[in-house]
C-alpha cells in the first residue's frame, strides 16, 4: 500500500479491526520507509454502500476523499499535519458508519467535521463552518467566533491523538 505521506510502497500491518458490522476491515499500517503511520479501509465491494443525502435531497455515494479535502481546505496554512487530518476523516468515517447504515444526511458529516476541527484549531473551525453555515451578515460570523472561543475545550481534544 502506498504510503500518503513519502508515497513508497513499504508498509508493515499493526493493527486489524473490523467495523461497520464486519463489512469493513480497517488496518492500521506502519511505512517502513518514514516511519509515520496511517490507515487503510477495506471494504466488501459488492452491494453495499452508502449514500449521503444532501439538503437539496440528492444522493450520492459516500467519499471519504470529500471529508479530506474539506479538512485540508479549512486547514490551509494552520499548524494541522496530513497525519492529524487522516486521523479526523477516520474518527468521522468510523463515528457515521457506526451509526448509519444506508443513508446518512449530509448535515451530519458537516457537523462531525466542525467537532474535530473545533477541538484542533478555531480558525479552521471559522473557516469550515462560516462556509457551511451560510452566514448572512457579519454578526452572525462574529457570535459564532465569539460562542466557539468561550467554549471549553472539548475533553476529546485530549485524547484526539494519542492512539
Ligand atoms: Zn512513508
Redesign the pocket.
Known amino acids: 500500500m502506498k504510503?500518503p505521506?513519502?508515497h513508497?510502497d513499504n508498509d508493515k500491518v499493526i493493527d486489524s479491526r473490523s467495523s461497520d458490522a464486519g463489512r469493513t476491515i480497517r488496518r492500521r499500517r506502519l511505512?517502513l520507509?518514514?516511519n509515520?503511520r496511517f490507515t487503510t479501509h477495506e471494504r466488501v465491494v459488492d452491494g453495499y454502500r452508502l449514500f449521503v443525502i444532501k439538503k437539496d435531497k440528492g444522493r450520492v455515494p459516500f467519499d471519504r476523499d470529500k471529508i479530506i479535502a474539506g479538512l485540508q481546505k479549512a486547514c490551509v496554512k494552520r499548524p494541522v499535519s496530513a497525519e492529524q487530518i487522516q486521523q479526523i476523516a477516520d474518527r468521522i468515517e468510523e463515528a457515521i458508519f457506526r451509526s448509519y447504515d444506508k443513508e446518512v444526511p449530509s448535515s451530519v458529516i458537516g457537523e462531525l467535521v466542525m467537532k474535530y476541527l473545533r477541538a484542533i484549531d478555531k480558525i479552521a473551525y471559522i473557516r469550515f463552518a462560516s462556509v457551511y453555515k451560510d452566514f448572512k451578515n457579519p454578526t452572525e460570523l462574529i457570535d459564532e467566533v465569539t460562542r466557539t472561543l468561550q467554549q471549553a475545550e472539548p475533553v476529546e481534544q485530549l485524547r484526539l491523538f494519542e492512539q
Open positions: 504510503c505521506f513519502c513508497k511505512c520507509s518514514c509515520r
